[in-house]
Each structure stands twice: as structure tokens, then as C-alpha cells.
């Protein structure tokens, strides 16, 4: 997890709610079929992390806004899908997400805060 300008920025799995399931829906129809997301490190800090950063309004397909200390885990990620060549292809790369958190909500929900 990053954090630059009191945006966070998590990968593998903020907003303030998790993303819906038509909000997924929307976002996979906007990535071509066959859009692997893996960025570098540098990439993630560079391109996507110092944009949200530097406007609160950034928005990105591939990285969403989501409160990950409100939102359950199984929730975050869009359902798997049912095909064979879904299942194949799971099994060859681990599901992950990119989401955006703020700093804000992240003290808020922490125990002490």
C-alpha cells in the first residue's frame, strides 16, 4: 500500500463504499477483451497514484475508488466468471484489483482513530 498526498493506494485487492456490481460491470466494458492490468511500481506511484493525488477527481478503468476498511474482501473483486476459458485462466494468474483509498477514511476506520 502507497500513500502520497493523503491518497492511499492498494493493490491486490478507497471511496466511500465498494464498488457495485454494475460499477464492475461497467468498468470491464470499458477494458478491451484481453486487458491485463500489471503495472510496476513506478508506473502505479507515477502515473496513477501522483494523478489522484494531484486531482481528487482522477479517475481511472483500471483502478477504482473504494473504502477498503468498510467493504468486505469478496466484495471488492467482481464475481469469477463460469466459462472454461475463465477457470483456465484463473488458474494461471491470481485475481487481484487496484483500488484508491483515502488517507481520511483509512484513520477514521482504524481503531485508535
Excluded at 4 to 29: L, N
Excluded at 60 to 89: F, G
Aim: overall charge negative; hydrophobic content about 40%.
Amino acid at each position: 500500500m502507497s500513500a502520497r498526498g493523503g491518497v492511499t493506494m492498494a493493490g491486490g485487492g478507497g471511496g466511500d463504499r465498494a464498488p457495485s456490481s454494475s460499477s464492475t460491470a461497467m468498468i470491464s466494458r470499458l477494458l478491451p477483451p484481453g486487458f491485463r492490468f500489471r503495472p510496476t511500481d513506478g508506473e502505479l506511484v507515477a502515473h496513477y497514484l501522483a494523478r489522484k493525488a494531484a486531482d481528487a477527481g482522477f479517475t481511472s478503468a483500471a483502478i477504482r475508488d473504494a473504502d477498503l476498511y468498510r467493504a468486505e474482501p469478496w466484495d471488492l473483486l467482481p464475481p469469477p466468471r463460469c466459462d472454461a476459458a475463465a477457470e483456465e485462466e484463473e488458474e494461471e494468474e491470481e485475481r487481484c484489483g487496484y483500488f484508491f483509498c483515502t488517507a481520511a477514511a483509512a484513520a477514521a476506520a482504524a481503531p485508535w482513530g
